[in-house]
């Protein structure tokens, strides 16, 4: 068994924002990568995805887009390449293609089974992702088998899906924008909606990002917060990595010849039946985003920046006034994307550090002794699961770990 | 959002029980599964009487000072003596009771004062359906139509957020606008 002080599951922005941090406070580490560098972003996106946030925002601890096209959105393989740059920036020692099987703990140390061997460490970082695993419902595998059902993670492209109609459930980030794009295409799209964010790409002439991010929104901690859990649990906004247009939300989808359900809420006798609440989730993400762009207009009057255009607020969303609640299975669908989430995967982490709902416990990223974990939504603020938001929080947990680690050597 | 001081408002609801007992539920989730029931007795034709008493909850099984009775018939449209309202009538009457008392709640939470609270409640019911005339009309509700009418110490925009939470946090919304597996048996 080779032993290191620390050891980083995981080389994508988190991995590689902690080696730095590790790097520069001389802790010795590794990095354990399943695939290479970036692997989600090589191998679980779609071909079309463009990164939500724009390039100015693309910072990790000494290193940050430097191309002509600051407002521009990364495709998948910018980012990729952009990883790879960090990588050999921060000259971390990554084992590829090495895939952790089991976490444990020995004493005071944690043992790291991997299908290349076994790992001794003091400290272990666990930066494997946020989006692992979609979240489904417990009884997709009940569907009819002549429905293909994919999630975001392994949906390519709309000529990869087979013939027909697609049902995609979900309004999120990812569930707006595939639903776009498989219409674009020609296919006969139903998206399912429950609760959901609207927002504009751009509001009063500057990116949402650049609101989001100036009026303190994305900065605010833990501690900040009312209800941490329902923070973390805030789905994606309806934002699509593209400037041209305001909006990819429910108006500009059934302009586009979108059909608008309510939530997927159960299989049954050959149907899958829909929530018949769709207006109030679309009145509670309209009270959403007009609560945001409040806070944003407000915030530009303290701080009394010039030039900015006046405040305007959108017209609500409109659904239809009586949508489906029932779609026969198979029958117009021979496709679902479930676009309902993600979660990450420490199916391999065999300490007691679950909550009851089997989420990782952990305070502001601290789960254990010598145990931590970066790049979950709202971890130690609201971007820390953004590739702008990871810096601070690898700083933090390092200091910590070199703190803790003094302490405990003295 | 800056709220008033909750405590400065009475909605007769008592927030900071309900904010306890999320403290005591997240320790214990156990006792937050209730069963509530109701035995309901046939009288004569379409007339029917409930009797409402204990339920479970909190783990064990708990009594109340007294008993609820709903009755319930059908108008004399329908050949009956009209004793009572009908069951999807008591349906509607049940929503809009769900959503005025999570209004009430909600408000006092958000440290708003409401002076008066009103929902009519409309639901349209195809009665070929429940009398076997058309297997396309259905049996219940094809549309329900609640309308608030508010007076608060709060914006419209606030009104709402009340209105809209009301309904996110609904027992009956969510009974009514989701599927619910039902099970009928004869013991």
Known sequence: MKQIDTLVIGAGQAGLAMSHCLSERSVPHVLIERGDVANSWRHERWDSLRLLTPNWQSRLPDFAYRGADPDGFMTMPEVVSFLESYATHCAATVEARTTV??????GARYRVATDRGEWGCRNLILASGACNRPNLPAWAHELPGEIT??????????????????????????????????????RPVTLSAGHHVRMPRHYRARDIQWWLEHSGLLGMTTQEVDDLARARAVPSLQLVGNSRARFLDLNALQAQGVEIVGRLAAHRGGQVLFSGGLANAAALSDLKMNRALDEFDAWAARSGLPGLPLPERFAPTQVPARPRLSLDL????????????????????????????????????????GLYVLGLPFLRTRKSALIDGVGADAMALADHLLHANGRKAA | MTYADPKL?????????????RGAFEQMPAAASFTFRSACDWIEGTYSRNVIGGFFGLGEEQKRRRTFSIESDHPAVFAAADRAPTPPEIVLAALASCLTGGLAAVAQHRGIQLRSARAIVEGDIDVQGILGMDPEIR????????????????TEAEIAALVAQSQKRSAVFD?????TLVEVSVA
């Open chain 1, 149 to 186: 059902q994919i999630s975001p993670l392994q949906y390519r492209s709309p000529e990869l899906l087979p013939p027909g109609g697609v049902l995609v459930v979900g309004a999120s980030a990812s569930g707006v924008q595939i639903a776009a794009e498989l219409r674009a295409a020609g």
């Open chain 2, 175 to 179: 009974i009514l606008t989701n599927p």
């Open chain 2, 9 to 21: 408002v009475n909605n007769g609801v008592n927030t900071e029980a309900l904010i306890g007992a």
């Open chain 2, 139 to 154: 049996n219940g509700f094809s549309a329900i139509r609640v309308t608030f009418e508010i007076d608060a110490d709060a």
């Open chain 1, 330 to 369: 198979p029958g117009a669908v021979s496709t679902i994307v479930w676009a309902t989430g993600f979660r990450p995967d420490f199916s391999w982490l065999h300490l007691p550090v679950f909550d009851r709902k089997g989420r990782l416990a952990h305070d502001n990223g601290i789960v254990a002794p």
């Open chain 1, 101 to 106: 099987t089991s976490v444990t703990q020995e």
